[in-house]
């Protein structure tokens, strides 16, 4: 199978990363980056890299190259060498959306796009783009534009030399998500949403879900500017913290969500998908509001079950089909 190539092609992007990465004195995710587009050019761009180590990362990029491989087997590879990467340290809401989740978030925009065609699709929070990257690769070209924004210029340019080997085509920037965006409404958004304390507080002032007093949650203020960029009947779908209703401030963003749209769904994901149960989250479904938009009877609401437990998992899956069968077509 193609898809079982992706470790021999990890082989093959270690193997140039670590070349470039001693030649040129950088971190192994910024020469991940000189790799990405070395193999997207089939050449060899850093002219500082010396002859002698030339004949080695061309054998890279021409083995890399031939392989049999589709786009997943492109996505894991570059997936594991990201996870190489960040294995120096990175803040958890840099580290990257997991393949489980990321695949469950997919089926529910498989779901919620169903039938549909020339849809446009945001994630504020791209990071390296493992989250869009897998919805893209499974979406049979509904999407007709793409759009992804980070604060982070290396994860940016990962998400950038990744959409091109994929053949994606994404609009990227590289700015704060929460400064206004040029950016039309989207037909959806999803995101891995970053959690904290927002610092910049004269821009939060611009949101309805600013705190009262002290600094505002990120987490909200993504919310709110996702629903302000979406379309009428738009869906937001998005990874959130277990504590989001729960929180201090969780009335006031309860308040806001009533007012612009409808909760369709809350997934609690299983504790086993995380390294840390503090860090545990849900996938939480919103569709802002619309004339005439059909609401469900009651929202999905669903404790997902281990990953590993095959059985449990399709017996969940069987039964959030009927819940979209019935509230959705």
């Known amino acids: 199978m193609v898809k079982e190539n992706s470790v021999e092609l ?9 070349c470039i990465k001693d030649n040129l004195e950088i971190s192994y995710l910024e020469a991940l980056i000189e790799t990405g587009e070395n193999f997207f050019e089939g050449e060899i761009l850093q002219e500082e890299i010396n002859d002698s180590q030339k004949d080695k990362l061309m054998n890279s990029i021409k ?23 960040m294995k120096q340290g990175v803040q958890t809401n840099h580290e990257m959306t997991p393949d489980g ?3 469950i978030i997919s089926y529910l925009v498989g779901k919620v796009t169903e039938g549909k065609q020339n849809l446009t699709i945001l994630d504020p929070a791209i990071g390296t ?12 070209d509904k999407f007709t534009a793409s759009v992804g924004i980070d604060v982070d210029d290396v994860l940016v340019r990962i998400a950038f030399v990744i959409g091109n080997l994929l053949g994606h085509e994404v609009e990227l920037f590289n700015q704060d998500s929460l400064a206004p965006l040029f950016v039309d409404p989207v037909d959806l958004v999803v995101c891995d949403l970053p959690v904290g304390f927002y610092p910049n507080t004269e821009r939060a002032k611009n949101y309805a879900l600013k705190a009262k007093e002290g600094m505002s949650y990120a987490h909200h203020l993504f919310i709110e500017q996702s629903m302000n960029y979406l379309k009428s009947g738009g869906f937001f779908i998005s990874l959130v913290p277990n504590h989001l209703f729960t929180s201090e401030q969780s009335q006031q963003l309860q308040n806001y969500i009533n007012e612009t749209g409808v909760i369709q769904g809350l997934i609690q994901l299983p504790v086993s998908a995380f390294k840390d149960e503090k860090h545990q989250k849900s996938i939480l479904i919103i569709r802002k509001n619309a004339e005439n938009m059909k609401k469900p009877k009651q929202a999905l609401l669903v404790d997902f079950p281990k990953l590993s437990n095959m059985k449990a998992v399709e017996d969940i899956m069987l039964q959030m089909n009927a819940w979209f069968k019935e509230n959705l077509q």
């Not at 783009?129 to 049979?140: D, F």
């Open 10 to 18: 990890f082989n093959y992007i270690d193997e140039s990363t670590e």
């Open 63 to 85: 083995q890399f190259i031939s392989l049999p491989k589709d786009n997943e087997s492109i996505r894991r590879a570059f997936q594991l060498a990201i996870l190489k990467g």
């Open 101 to 103: 989740i990321a695949f």
């Open 129 to 140: 783009g493992n989250l869009l990257s897998t919805i893209l690769n499974s979406s049979n």
